[in-house]
């Protein structure tokens, strides 16, 4: 990358980016900053995380908040297939290193959705919404959007109207959307894979009591991962990972 090539790194597993947490962590995300800004770094890793596949404990977490933490660093995670597309060229062409994290249910058949063959790209740093609410705001992040969706329609049968944003940037945070939202609804809950403690809902809570906690009816409230490593077992799997159901608690919990 720094020879003026755009190499783009795959991690096969996620998980197993632990092995290179030196080279990310210490060079690839300081080099241009400890040289005056002068080379650039456009090099982009990318690789599959998440559950959901029974893959077990050391295959199939979510990670993405280890690398939001480190200033350097762009960190992506696109929900569906046109996004991912659409934001790895972006990826790509930027001239910062890029974690790009793509849920392994995105590669399932069940995820296909119509992607233009041309080149296209989205902003870095620009959250969509998913589903425009007036009630609560969810913000949820990969295959929690997909979840978070289906919740909504269930909620709107009991009058509940849910605004879904997906932030497909984790860093840098379009929080001018989600503050907006929550002007908006006056309520927010967060949904992540990753185990609750510590995860990104923490971060994006954090940014709405700063800048819209006057708009808040009540606080906002976190939904993630049990706080255990994932397990093989399918229902044990689907017990320790956010679900349709917990998200419609945590929306009747927050309005109650």
């Given at each position: 990358?720094?020879?003026?090539?755009?190499?783009?790194?795959?991690?096969?597993?996620?998980?197993?980016v632990a092995c290179?947490?030196?080279?990310?962590?210490?060079?690839?995300?300081?080099?241009?900053?400890?040289?005056?800004?002068?080379p650039?770094?456009?090099?982009?890793?990318?690789?599959p995380q998440?559950?959901?596949?029974?893959?077990?404990?050391?295959?199939?977490?979510?990670?993405?908040?280890?690398?939001?933490?480190?200033?350097?660093?762009?960190?992506?995670?696109?929900?569906?297939?046109?996004?991912?597309?659409?934001?790895?060229?972006?990826?790509?062409?930027?001239?910062?290193?890029?974690i790009?994290?793509e849920?392994?249910?995105?590669?399932?058949?069940?995820?296909?959705?119509?992607?233009?063959?041309?080149?296209?790209?989205?902003?870095?740093?620009?959250?969509?919404?998913?589903?425009?609410?007036?009630?609560?705001?969810?913000?949820?992040?990969?295959?929690?959007v997909?979840?978070?969706?289906?919740?909504?329609?269930?909620?709107?049968?009991?009058?509940?109207?849910?605004e879904?944003?997906?932030?497909?940037?984790?860093?840098?945070?379009?929080?001018?959307?989600?503050?907006?939202?929550?002007k908006?609804?006056?309520?927010?809950?967060?949904?992540?894979?990753?185990?609750?403690?510590?995860?990104?809902?923490?971060?994006?809570?954090?940014?709405?009591?700063?800048?819209?906690?006057?708009?808040?009816?009540?606080?906002?409230?976190?939904?993630?991962?049990?706080?255990?490593p994932?397990?093989?077992?399918?229902?044990?799997?689907?017990?320790?990972?956010?679900?349709?159901e917990?998200?419609?608690?945590?929306?009747?919990?927050?309005?109650?």
């Open positions: 990358a720094v020879t003026g090539m755009r190499p783009i790194v795959e991690i096969q597993i996620w998980d197993f290179a947490m030196d080279q990310i962590v210490n060079q690839i995300a300081k080099f241009r900053y400890m040289l005056g800004g002068k650039t770094v456009p090099l982009v890793i990318r690789g998440g559950g959901g596949i029974r893959m077990a404990a050391q295959h199939s977490q979510s990670l993405e908040s280890w690398f939001i933490h480190i200033p350097g660093l762009t960190v992506i995670a696109p929900s569906t297939p046109y996004d991912a597309k659409g934001l790895l060229i972006s990826a790509i062409r930027d001239d910062n290193p890029v790009f994290l849920h392994k249910l995105l590669y399932q058949p069940v995820m296909k959705e119509p992607v233009p063959e041309e080149p296209y790209a989205l902003p870095i740093g620009k959250a969509d919404i998913k589903r425009a609410g007036t009630d609560v705001t969810i913000v949820a992040t990969q295959m929690m997909h979840r978070a969706l289906r919740a909504a329609e269930k909620l709107e049968t009991e009058g509940i109207n849910v879904i944003i997906d932030p497909r940037t984790l860093y840098p945070l379009d929080e001018e959307t989600i503050v907006n939202s929550i908006k609804t006056n309520h927010l809950v967060t949904v992540h894979e990753a185990v609750k403690r510590g995860g990104v809902g923490a971060e994006l809570c954090a940014a709405v009591i700063e800048h819209a906690f006057g708009y808040l009816d009540a606080p906002p409230l976190r939904i993630g991962a049990r706080d255990v994932i397990p093989y077992n399918d229902i044990l799997e689907r017990a320790t990972i956010p679900g349709e917990e998200i419609i608690r945590g929306v009747r919990e927050v309005l109650a």
